[in-house]
């Protein structure tokens, strides 16, 4: 702790020269009856009219006031007009606020400083969804502003015991990290594990919720065992069924533990529709699952190891096919399944005017290219262009990346041992996701362990009104979610 001078004019040297003298810090001073006033702010961060008409106006004012209190300082405390006012007598505490978008005010002959809060509006305003767009249900998502985030979620769940527990990471940034669950429902074991892992990092700084990952879980791997979404219905879900979520100053995307495989099956639309649609949807999205991880590999494995297991008339279609190209059918699939990659990449990074016709050109110039010049067979670009849209149905960017990783595993696996070599690695793929585990949580739940009772929202979805209990496998506290009708 570094205390304050009670020499308004040296307090304010001493913090322009702390900010190496930048353009953006400004200060005046104000000579009440003898007394100096010192007002500091930073021009980049906060409200320039607002310091205007409500503290300098209210300084001037509380000068003909004076004589209601001992000094200045106590009549500036009680007169000033801000909704947030509140005084500190840390110097160190000065960097954090003044980049927070507050003005401070300080006198001779006091050791305290008064805090008000003029901060400038430098976020975007609420707007719709662009990673996790929906036909159904609330268009609004989370911006950069960490007091708009935490009121999307007060306007959805309106509990005294949806609480906010916060603390600040990063040495250089202090950002304001806030854990969000609800009393009663949450397992306060879990939430103290999380808040015991916070407290750990001692790093320079975090500017993204991404840079908490690699704290928050116990084991690697190459799928994503906390889900991050910007949907604010998405997090209340979340927070009803008992999980923890955290917000990060300044990032939009918040953080959801635990979270288990099957959530990313899951989409917010699904608490909308008819329950017998997202049945069928789900499994739907389970078989493009299986199809975008095992199509190529099995591809590979049936027309390099196991011809036996074509039909013949099938078997020669593809021969003929076949006939020219001088590569063999692993290097086919591995080659356009490389470039539809980095098109994928391409997309993302490029500007929206750029990316359709960026896409149009990759799938059918190339791809038609590649099979008149006889580098690749006409089924290879069927193949891949199947197994390339089945994976477009999931949106999570880390739940994609795991795909591909495993998706390319297993057409190595094929390639060396056919057959042989995708039913040893899957059983190797089952038993490393049913080994992963996060804050007691099997990733595999509610499969395994088998928990029948959670069955009811997992694949099959039960109508709203079946499904009276929230997962128990996630909280054992509070578990009705409704009562049953009388």
């Given at each position: 702790?570094?205390?304050?001078?009670?020499?308004?004019?040296?307090?304010?040297?001493?913090?322009?020269?702390?900010?190496?003298?930048?353009?953006?810090?400004?200060?005046?001073?104000?000579?009440?009856?003898?007394?100096?006033?010192?007002?500091?702010?930073?021009?980049?961060?906060?409200?320039?009219?607002?310091?205007?008409?409500?503290?300098?106006?209210?300084?001037?004012?509380?000068?003909?006031?004076n004589?209601?209190?001992?000094?200045?300082?106590?009549?500036l405390?009680?007169?000033?007009?801000?909704?947030?006012?509140?005084?500190?007598?840390?110097?160190?505490?000065?960097?954090?606020?003044?980049?927070?978008?507050?003005?401070?005010?300080?006198?001779?002959?006091?050791?305290?400083?008064?805090?008000?809060?003029?901060?400038?509006?430098?976020?975007?305003?609420?707007?719709?969804?662009?990673?996790?767009?929906?036909?159904?249900?609330?268009?609004?998502?989370?911006?950069?502003?960490?007091?708009?985030?935490?009121?999307?979620?007060?306007?959805?769940?309106?509990?005294?015991?949806l609480?906010?527990?916060?603390?600040?990471l990063?040495?250089?940034?202090?950002?304001?990290?806030?854990i969000?669950?609800?009393?009663?429902?949450?397992?306060?074991?879990?939430?103290?594990?999380?808040?015991?892992?916070?407290?750990?990092?001692?790093i320079?700084?975090?500017?993204?919720?991404?840079?908490?990952?690699?704290?928050?879980?116990?084991?690697?791997?190459?799928?994503?065992?906390?889900?991050?979404?910007?949907?604010?219905?998405?997090?209340?879900?979340?927070?009803?069924?008992?999980?923890?979520?955290?917000?990060?100053?300044?990032?939009?995307?918040t953080?959801?533990?635990?979270?288990?495989?099957?959530?990313?099956?899951?989409?917010?639309?699904?608490?909308?529709?008819?329950?017998?649609?997202?049945?069928?949807?789900?499994?739907?999205?389970?078989?493009?699952?299986?199809?975008?991880?095992?199509t190529?590999?099995?591809?590979?494995?049936?027309?390099?190891?196991?011809?036996?297991?074509?039909?013949?008339?099938l078997?020669?279609?593809?021969?003929?096919?076949?006939?020219?190209?001088?590569?063999?059918?692993?290097?086919?699939?591995?080659?356009l399944?490389?470039?539809?990659?980095?098109?994928?990449?391409?997309?993302?990074?490029?500007?929206?005017?750029?990316?359709?016709?960026?896409?149009?050109?990759?799938?059918?110039?190339?791809?038609?290219?590649?099979?008149?010049?006889?580098?690749?067979?006409?089924?290879?670009?069927?193949?891949?262009?199947?197994?390339?849209?089945?994976?477009?149905?999931?949106?999570?960017?880390?739940?994609?990346?795991?795909?591909?990783?495993?998706?390319?595993?297993?057409?190595?696996?094929?390639?060396?041992?056919?057959?042989?070599?995708?039913?040893?690695?899957?059983?190797?793929?089952?038993?490393?996701?049913?080994?992963?585990?996060?804050?007691?949580?099997?990733?595999?739940?509610?499969?395994?362990?088998?928990?029948?009772?959670?069955?009811?929202?997992?694949?099959?979805?039960?109508?709203?009104?079946k499904?009276?209990?929230?997962?128990?496998?996630?909280?054992?506290?509070?578990?009705?979610?409704?009562?049953?009708?009388?």
């Amino acid at each position: 702790m570094e205390k304050i001078e009670k020499n308004a004019k040296k307090v304010l040297e001493k913090t322009k020269k702390l900010y190496g003298n930048s353009p953006d810090v400004n200060t005046r001073i104000i000579n009440i009856k003898g007394t100096n006033v010192g007002i500091i702010f930073l021009e980049s961060s906060s409200q320039a009219s607002t310091i205007s008409d409500f503290i300098i106006k209210g300084t001037l004012y509380s000068s003909s006031n004076n004589n209601l209190f001992q000094n200045i300082f106590d009549n500036l405390k009680n007169n000033l007009f801000n909704s947030q006012l509140f005084t500190i007598n840390d110097y160190k505490q000065f960097p954090y606020f003044l980049s927070s978008g507050f003005t401070i005010i300080v006198t001779d002959n006091s050791d305290e400083a008064i805090v008000m809060e003029t901060r400038a509006n430098l976020d975007r305003g609420v707007t719709e969804s662009t990673s996790e767009p929906i036909l159904r249900g609330s268009k609004d998502s989370f911006t950069e502003s960490h007091s708009k985030n935490l009121g999307l979620i007060r306007k959805r769940i309106k509990d005294s015991n949806l609480w906010f527990d916060e603390i600040k990471l990063g040495r250089k940034t202090q950002t304001r990290i806030s854990i969000a669950y609800i009393n009663g429902i949450t397992d306060k074991q879990k939430l103290n594990q999380i808040k015991n892992r916070l407290n750990k990092i001692d790093i320079d700084g975090i500017l993204d919720s991404g840079n908490l990952r690699d704290y928050l879980i116990e084991n690697k791997s190459i799928f994503p065992q906390i889900h991050s979404t910007e949907r604010p219905d998405v997090v209340s879900q979340a927070l009803l069924e008992g999980k923890i979520v955290i917000f990060v100053e300044n990032c939009p995307f918040t953080l959801i533990l635990p979270t288990v495989f099957i959530d990313y099956l899951h989409t917010s639309e699904d608490e909308y529709q008819k329950s017998s649609n997202i049945t069928f949807t789900r499994v739907l999205r389970i078989i493009a699952l299986i199809i975008t991880v095992f199509t190529p590999a099995i591809y590979i494995a049936i027309t390099t190891y196991d011809q036996n297991t074509i039909p013949d008339k099938l078997l020669i279609s593809l021969a003929i096919q076949r006939e020219g190209v001088p590569f063999p059918t692993s290097f086919e699939i591995i080659l356009l399944t490389a470039i539809f990659e980095i098109l994928r990449e391409s997309d993302i990074r490029s500007p929206n005017s750029m990316s359709a016709a960026m896409s149009i050109v990759g799938a059918l110039v190339l791809g038609q290219a590649a099979v008149d010049a006889g580098i690749v067979s006409p089924i290879t670009v069927i193949v891949v262009a199947f197994t390339s849209i089945c994976s477009l149905i999931f949106t999570d960017i880390d739940f994609m990346n795991g795909i591909r990783t495993w998706r390319f595993i297993f057409i190595l696996a094929a390639s060396l041992l056919g057959i042989i070599g995708i039913l040893s690695f899957t059983i190797i793929w089952l038993i490393k996701l049913a080994s992963l585990e996060n804050l007691q949580t099997s990733f595999l739940s509610p499969f395994a362990p088998f928990n029948k009772k959670a069955q009811n929202d997992a694949i099959y979805r039960a109508p709203e009104t079946k499904q009276i209990e929230r997962p128990n496998y996630i909280s054992n506290l509070n578990p009705h979610r409704q009562r049953r009708s009388q």
